[in-house]
Nanobody, 123 residues
Framework: VQLQASGGGLVQTGGSLRLSCVASGRTFSSYAVGWFRQAPGKEREFVSSIGYTGRPTYYSDSVKGRFTISRDSAKNTVYLQMNALRPGDTAVYYC?????????????????WGKGTQVTVSS
């Protein structure tokens, strides 16, 4: 499975972006998909994940209530709608796919990783 994340950009505080993660090579309908981010000088952190059926969904405390993850299996795409963005959300965002459970996803143990997309939130 090849994953390609897109949709990043530069926005002001309070703005919105929608990231997309498109899979190619084979369907990833049997994979859970996670979004992770890494800010300069910081470790990669879990942001959100979605089960292969579209449920369950999980969010880190820092994005809960502001970000929404969803998937469109017909399009082999997972989305991350990001609202009320803050400068602290600035990072490179990566999507990844896993056949494992949430415990392994939280640890960042994924089967496939895509290249990241840069999100920059200005104050």
């Amino acid at each position: 499975v090849q994953l390609q994340a897109s949709g990043g950009g530069l926005v002001q505080t309070g703005g919105s972006l929608r990231l997309s993660c498109v899979a190619s090579g084979r369907t990833f309908s049997s994979y859970a998909v996670g979004w992770f981010r890494q800010a300069p000088g910081k470790e990669r952190e879990f942001v959100s994940s979605i089960g292969y059926t579209g449920r369950p969904t999980y969010y880190s405390d820092s994005v809960k209530g502001r970000f929404t993850i969803s998937r469109d299996s017909a399009k082999n795409t997972v989305y991350l709608q990001m609202n009320a963005l803050r400068p602290g959300d600035t990072a490179v965002y990566y999507c990844a796919a896993s056949t494992g459970g949430q415990a392994t996803i939280l640890k960042g143990v994924m089967d496939f990783w895509g290249k990241g997309t840069q999100v920059t939130v200005s104050s």
